[in-house]
């Protein structure tokens, strides 16, 4: 599998490359403003991009992800996304390029059609897993939506599975679910009253704790 990284445009936004080796089919995920440079990037490796996937709908990650119509790609996004897409997926999907298979894990709370896609034993978080720290909410709801798809989801994956956020906003730009088991403030509170606390004092932690 080609798994590439990519510092995109927008508040320190990451964008992600997955392609097949073999038939060089390439998934784009959450291109930001700069769905240029992610194509010029693939076609430098002769990749051929089939898909350009959302993992959320903030304008952030996708405002510009209709540029790969242009080029025949597909634009995938969850099934209760307002934007257009060509294809809506939902929890449990798989998309494939080539041998590669990206399983979409739908994890609402940040945004109702927030997912993660896991591409072998790479997991992109979008915005509801950073490296030490998790997605905003905006309601007591959503965070117990939130709250709910990190612990029933992505706390169920195996220690090994390395986490590759949507903005790099932690001390390292890639983790792991066990290190984040082990380390993440916010995973670290199992019952949502704690959890929810953390979330509503955040900024006074941060600065008692000295984390940027």
């Known amino acids: 599998m080609i798994f590439q990284q990519i510092k995109a445009d927008g ?6 490359i997955v392609a097949d080796e073999e038939t060089k089919e390439c998934a784009i995920i959450d291109p930001s403003y700069v769905p240029e ?4 990037i693939a076609e430098d490796q002769n990749l051929k991009i089939i898909y350009a996937i959302g993992t959320h ?9 209709g540029e790969f119509r242009k080029i025949g790609a597909k634009i995938i996004l ?7 897409a ?15 298979e990206l399983k979409i894990i739908h994890t609402p709370g940040h945004t109702q059609d927030s997912i ?5 034993n790479k997991l992109m978080t979008g915005d ?20 709910d798809s990190l612990f029933n989801k992505l706390m169920k994956l195996d220690d090994s599975i ?42 006074q932690y941060k600065i008692e704790h000295g984390i940027k």
């Not at 060509?86 to 590669?100: M, Q, R, T, Y």
């Open 128 to 147: 509801t897993l950073f490296v030490g720290k998790i997605g905003g909410t905006n309601t007591n709801e959503s965070a117990k939506i939130e709250f």
């Open 162 to 203: 390395e986490v590759y956020p949507g903005h790099d906003y932690g001390v390292a730009p890639t983790s792991t679910i066990g290190h984040e088991r082990k380390t993440n403030p916010f995973i670290l509170r199992t019952n949502f009253k704690d959890f929810k606390w953390l979330k509503d004092n955040w900024a």
């Open 57 to 65: 709908s903030h304008g952030d990650h996708i405002s510009e992800i």
């Open 86 to 100: 060509d294809i809506k997926v939902n929890d449990g999907d798989i998309l494939k390029l080539g041998k590669i």
């Open 78 to 84: 969850h099934s209760s996304a307002q934007f257009n």
């Open 37 to 40: 440079e992610f194509i010029k």
């Open 116 to 120: 993660c896609i896991l591409a072998e």
């Open 11 to 16: 508040d320190r936004n990451f964008g992600y």
